[in-house]
């Protein structure tokens, strides 16, 4: 039960992670709560391409943990999931490290939290709990 909330969580997570990935690739203000916040306003354009990226990947991310709930069917069978499942913890938790050593204080207040929360959930869903 604990593990079907915490996929949920991720489900909105990655969505809206990806919502904000978009929202740079189109030219968003949003420099100072990314990328380690170095750019005040819209983005250069390689950062911008590496948003693209990041978009499609959490979209990717997304479907996984929608499969988790059983409201698709599982790509990998019970192995790549639970693989997947450890791959996605670890990116997690790289998320969560970075962002909270960023000297960014706007990225550092959006991210820090959600990424630690991000980080505890994965690692609920690996468990299955």
Known sequence: MLSAFASGFLVFAFLATALFQL???LGAP???FAYG???K???PTGYRLGSIVSFF???A???HYVAQLGLVPQLLGQAGNQITNWVLVSLSALSALMNN???SQKEKRL???TTIAMLLASILVALDF
């Open 61 to 63: 991310f997304a479907g």
């Open 41 to 43: 306003g819209k983005l």
């Open 101 to 103: 050593i960023t000297k």
């Open 23 to 25: 929202a740079i690739v």
């Open 57 to 59: 990947l959490m979209l």
């Open 30 to 32: 949003l420099g100072e």
């Open 37 to 39: 916040g170095q750019h």
């Open 111 to 113: 991210w820090s939290g």
